[in-house]
């Protein structure tokens, strides 16, 4: 299983990027496909997932309303739209699969997304 993270960049306070995940291989391992954000000197934190079939999704309590995680129609290309970001939503963004909700045991190579005030 390959994942290929893109789309980051610098944008200013309130501003739009969207990230892309671009998967490929076995696919009963691409079950679940989840975005995580990471600062340094501190824990990897779970941003949003989707089911990859089903398209069932989930955020984390910070991001709920301002992020959109979503699929292509081919199933092989995950998005997050990002929206009114703020300066806390710097950090490097990886994107991961995993056969289940709770384990994700293949990660994209990260991207970085930073928000100036």
């Known amino acids: 299983v390959q994942l290929q993270a893109s789309g980051g960049g610098l944008v200013q306070a309130g501003g739009s990027l969207r990230l892309s995940c671009a998967t490929s291989?076995?696919?009963?391992?691409?079950?679940?496909i989840g975005w995580f954000r990471q600062v340094p000197g501190k824990e990897r934190e779970f941003v949003a997932r989707?089911?990859?079939?089903?398209?069932?999704?989930r955020y984390a309590d910070s991001v709920k309303g301002r992020f959109t995680i979503s699929i292509n129609g081919a199933r092989n290309t995950v998005y997050l739209q990002m929206n009114s970001l703020k300066p806390e939503d710097t950090a490097v963004y990886f994107c991961?699969?995993?056969?289940?909700?709770?384990?994700?045991?293949?990660w994209g190579q990260g991207t970085q997304v930073t928000v100036s005030s």
């Open positions: 991961a699969a995993g056969v289940d909700s709770g384990s994700y045991g293949y």
């Open positions: 989707i089911n990859r079939i089903g398209g069932i999704t």
């Open positions: 291989g076995r696919t009963s391992s691409r079950n679940f």
